[in-house]
């Protein structure tokens, strides 16, 4: 049985999104589904192609001394 269901979720470039819920309700595993980084569940999600999506894990394991810049591009010439 699923712990989560989402029946359809539409997202716009410059959209902000806010996802609430409680504690083990499923929102980072529907982010990490939406980055295609859970490889559990069934569904389809399309991502236009000009369209880039970056998650940040809730304990990354980032050094301190990265600026922010640095860690939000990360990966970004690999995909151009």
Do not use: N
């Not at 999506?53 to 690999?78: M, N, P, R, S």
């Amino acid at each position: 049985q699923s712990f989560l269901r989402v029946p359809a979720i539409s997202m716009q470039k410059g959209d902000y999104v806010y996802i609430k819920g409680l504690s083990g309700s499923g929102k980072s595993s529907l982010v990490q589904a939406i980055c295609d980084l859970w490889p559990y569940g069934r569904g389809h999600i399309s991502v236009a192609q000009d369209q880039h999506i970056f998650y940040a894990q809730q304990h990354a394991d980032i050094a301190e001394q990265q600026k922010l810049i640095t860690i939000v591009t990360q990966g970004a010439e690999e995909s151009e």
